[in-house]
């Protein structure tokens, strides 16, 4: 779901930190079929990312035969 919003240039914030049993009482969720595991806000970016910083390849991982 996050990579599909992404390819269509939308930004999401996975959030597991929230009140469960409250959330799903306000979804009027049959909790023995359904339970939300996840929130999912979506949204479109105010500022271009900063570029991220990423070290070679090369410089980080050795094979070793
Ligand atoms: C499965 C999952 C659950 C997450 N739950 C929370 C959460 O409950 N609260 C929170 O602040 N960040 C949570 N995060 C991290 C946020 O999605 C986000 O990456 C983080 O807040 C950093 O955001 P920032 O880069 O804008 O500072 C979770 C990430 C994952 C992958």
Sequence with gaps: M????????????????FEKENVEKVLDLDTSKFQVALMLPFGYRLND?????????????????
Excluded: H, N, T, Y
């Design 2 to 17: 996050m990579s599909a919003a992404a390819f269509i240039g939308v930004d999401s914030c996975p959030i597991e930190g």
């Design 49 to 65: 990312q900063p570029k991220q910083l990423r070290s070679d390849f090369a410089s980080v991982v050795e094979f070793i035969k």
